[in-house]
């Protein structure tokens, strides 16, 4: 019997997830159809009690679930844990476990991005969301000793420096609020820049203004595009790399959780730049507009072990988009 993954968002049309995993899954010869469902906040809680069912391999979650999935499944990896947010699930019977797959998602992008360099320890994050958790997580666990994360709403940044207050006890996690002079200051202190926020994604805005970019950063964003924040970092002198090795990563991830198997990465890559050449650009992180912000308070993670992350034989590299 054909078996389904299912990616529940909202909204989740135009996923190039669905390209990545559906060429995965043919390539393997596994009989598994990957769907989009778009389902509201009431209809999360519906659509997740159906994949308990023996025709799912498991489901991708995406914006704006991937927290409020956390309370109606039964259990959560160490990732998902740390995080707070879940973007993959597997059945274990009838039971559902959360994994978070940005989480190596990300450690595959720092590694492609700092290439053979030595692993700066200071980083400035802007963004406080889901994303921002898996990349603030990441680098706790990297061993990074000072990172500040800038937020438009601060209560969030806040939020999420409280989050991780254990795991981060022996390193300097900070809020600061969003001013392009404190952001100017600190970005003078750092080596790693990491945008993720969702400026960019539909618009041809970037977060920060272009002339307060020094030029000797290694620079990252999520965003899957070229974005003008990358064209302006790079334009500035600093090293580039945008989300797509994330999102290649993390979807490799969850593909091995559903199937057992290793994921075809150059089959996924390529599908994702066929999808990609096509003008199909993911919804997923497009905010859905009519649905509030997840509460940004939580309970302290409990502190995580660090792991070693696989060391990237790539250099760091400039991707187009
Ligand atoms: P969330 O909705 O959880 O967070 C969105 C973030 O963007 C918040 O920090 C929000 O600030 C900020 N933001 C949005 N609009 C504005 C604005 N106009 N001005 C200032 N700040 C703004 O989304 P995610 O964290 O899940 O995703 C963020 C981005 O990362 C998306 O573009 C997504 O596509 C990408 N992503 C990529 C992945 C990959 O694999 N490459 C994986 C995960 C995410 P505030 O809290 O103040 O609203």
Redesign the pocket.
């Known amino acids: 019997m054909t078996k389904r993954v299912v990616l529940i968002g909202h909204p989740v049309a135009h996923s190039l997830s669905g390209a990545m995993q559906q060429a995965a899954f043919d390539h393997l010869g596994i009989g598994a159809t990957y769907e989009q469902w778009d389902r509201t906040t009431l209809q999360l809680a519906d659509a997740v009690a159906e994949i308990r069912d023996d025709a799912f391999l498991g489901a991708n979650i995406t914006?704006?679930h991937?927290e409020r999935v956390v309370p109606l499944i039964d259990r959560s990896t160490e990732d998902a844990l740390a995080t707070g947010a879940i973007n993959t699930l597997t059945r274990e019977g009838r039971r559902l476990v959360g994994h978070n797959t940005?989480v190596p998602?990300f450690a595959a992008a720092l590694d492609r991005l700092v290439g053979r360099q030595k692993m700066p320890r200071q980083a400035v994050v802007l963004?406080?969301?889901?994303?921002?958790r898996a990349v603030v997580f990441g680098l706790i666990r990297q061993g990074f000793q000072r990172v500040i994360v800038f937020?438009?709403?601060l209560h969030?940044a806040e939020g999420l420096v409280r989050f991780f207050g254990r795991s981060a006890a022996h390193m300097e996690l900070k809020a600061m609020p969003w001013h392009d002079s404190i952001i100017e200051s600190e970005l003078t202190k750092t080596r790693v820049l990491v945008n993720?926020?969702?400026?960019g994604?539909v618009s041809d805005e970037s977060?920060v203004p272009a002339g307060i970019l020094p030029g000797d950063l290694l620079v990252l964003d999520?965003?899957?595009n070229r974005t003008r924040f990358l064209h302006d970092a790079e334009a500035a002198g600093s090293m580039v790399l945008d989300?797509e090795t994330?999102?290649l990563h993390?979807g490799a991830a969850a593909f091995s959780l559903w199937t057992g198997q290793p994921a075809p990465l150059d089959v996924m890559a390529a599908a994702l730049a066929d999808a990609r050449a096509q003008g199909l650009r993911?919804a997923?992180?497009e905010?859905a507009g009519d649905e509030p912000?997840p509460a940004a308070e939580a309970e302290p993670a409990p502190a995580a072990e660090a792991e070693p992350t696989p060391a990237s034989e790539e250099a760091a590299t400039t991707t187009a988009g």
């Open positions: 914006i704006p991937k940005d998602g963004g406080a969301g889901g994303g921002a937020n438009r709403h969030r993720a926020t969702s400026i994604l977060p999520l965003i899957y989300g994330m999102l993390q993911s997923e992180g905010p912000a």
